[in-house]
């Protein structure tokens, strides 16, 4: 299984970015995704989570202003940033609990490339 995540870039504070974070491979279902994000400097921290049946969790720094959701279909995770801070400058790494069936079943943990997101003042 692999994850590609796409959508960062330089915004002024206060704009908005939208990050996905598809996961792709054979023979395998979703349990939960998130997005982490690490700023230079500073320890990995856990932005926001979404269970395949629909749970939101959002670390307190994020509530009101970010969004995550997804689609079943395309087994895509997207993080919707509004009234983005300069504090939110980071590399945004998506992770994934996958549920894979062959030649057992188990659940492991993948991680996507990083996206850098970049909010000037």
């Known amino acids: 299984v692999q994850l590609q995540a796409s959508g960062g870039g330089l915004v002024a504070a206060g704009g908005t970015l939208r990050l996905s974070c598809a996961a792709s491979?054979?023979?395998?279902?979703?349990?939960?995704m998130a997005w982490y994000r690490q700023a230079p400097g500073k320890q990995r921290e856990l932005v926001a989570t979404?269970?395949?049946?629909?749970?939101?969790n959002y670390a307190d720094s994020v509530k009101g202003r970010f969004t995550i959701s997804r689609d079943i279909a395309e087994n895509t995770v997207y993080l919707q940033m509004n009234s983005l801070k300069p504090e939110d400058t980071a590399v945004y790494h998506c992770?994934?609990?996958?549920?894979?069936?062959?030649?057992?079943?188990?659940?492991?943990?993948?991680w996507g490339q990083g996206t850098l997101v970049t909010v000037s003042s």
């Open positions: 979404i269970t395949w049946g629909g749970i939101t």
């Open positions: 992770n994934a609990a996958i549920i894979s069936y062959l030649p057992m079943r188990r659940v492991a943990s993948y």
């Open positions: 491979g054979r023979d395998f279902s979703i349990h939960d």
